[in-house]
């Protein structure tokens, strides 16, 4: 009873280095989204999918990069760390459903610190 | 665009007091509304919804009606616990060209004192 897995929980890097997130879901949900939360500013929309093979903008998309081969994954990349990208990092996934009424599934985040 | 706005925290109450959170919205159409809530250092869960106006969700004693003529849907419980303590997030279900997106809002933490 998984639901949504994020790995790692914690991360720290130097600035300038790149790392990837990994959000795997085993709902077999179509829709995945990445978010960060930062203290005072509620969660941010980074960027989402609505299957696999799509991926698209969200609210703070600029320094990250995403992919979505296969259904139950989504990647979040960093290609070049800075420390305005210290921040909660979390996923989300929810079926599609006319009428958008279904809740969004969140992972327990990653923590990550850019020096 | 939508947007949703709640109060502002931190909420400091006594165990057993009679919570408030208000939280309304603005949207063009007919969206679901939610309620999240995050304890430490874990990531957000759903813990109540409605889907149309008038609908009242509740779970785990807390309850929030859907109004849509005050654009609003306030989180209420009779009688909080120490373990209430999280942060609350208002959300709603926007539709936009392609599918759905949550839009939250910024959360509200709430402290339970014993």
């Known amino acids: 009873n998984a639901g949504v897995t994020q790995t790692p929980k914690f991360r720290v890097l130097k600035t300038g280095q790149s790392m990837t997130l990994l959000c795997a879901q085993d709902?077999?949900?179509?829709?995945m989204y990445w978010y960060r939360q930062d203290p005072g500013m509620g969660l941010r929309l980074i960027h989402y999918?609505?299957?696999?093979?799509?991926?698209a903008k969200g609210e703070v998309p600029d320094g990250y990069n995403v992919s979505r081969l296969k259904k139950q994954n989504f990647l979040l990349g960093l290609e070049s760390a800075a420390p305005s990208q210290t921040s909660v990092y979390f996923c989300?996934?929810?079926?599609?459903?006319?009428?958008?009424?279904?809740?969004?599934?969140f992972g327990d985040g990653t923590r990550l610190s850019i020096l | 665009g939508n947007s949703v706005t709640q109060m502002e925290g931190p909420v400091t109450l006594s165990e057993e007091a009679f919570l408030t959170i208000n939280c309304t919205y603005t949207?063009?159409?007919?969206?679901?509304l939610f309620w999240y809530v995050q304890y430490p250092g874990e990531g957000l869960q759903l813990l109540l919804k409605?889907?149309?106006?008038?609908d009242k969700g509740s779970n785990k004693g807390f309850e929030a009606t859907y109004r849509k003529e005050t654009t609003s849907f306030h989180l209420e419980k009779g009688s909080v616990q120490v373990s209430d303590s999280a942060v609350y997030f208002c959300?709603?279900?926007?539709?936009?060209?392609?599918?759905?997106?949550?839009?939250f809002g910024a959360g509200t933490r709430l402290f339970v004192k014993a």
């Open positions: 709902m077999n949900h179509e829709y």
């Open positions: 959300a709603l279900s926007d539709q936009y060209t392609g599918g759905f997106k949550t839009i």
């Open positions: 409605a889907t149309k106006a008038d």
């Open positions: 999918s609505v299957g696999e093979g799509t991926t």
């Open positions: 989300a996934s929810t079926d599609r459903v006319e009428g958008g009424n279904q809740p969004q599934h």
């Open positions: 949207a063009t159409g007919y969206p679901s």
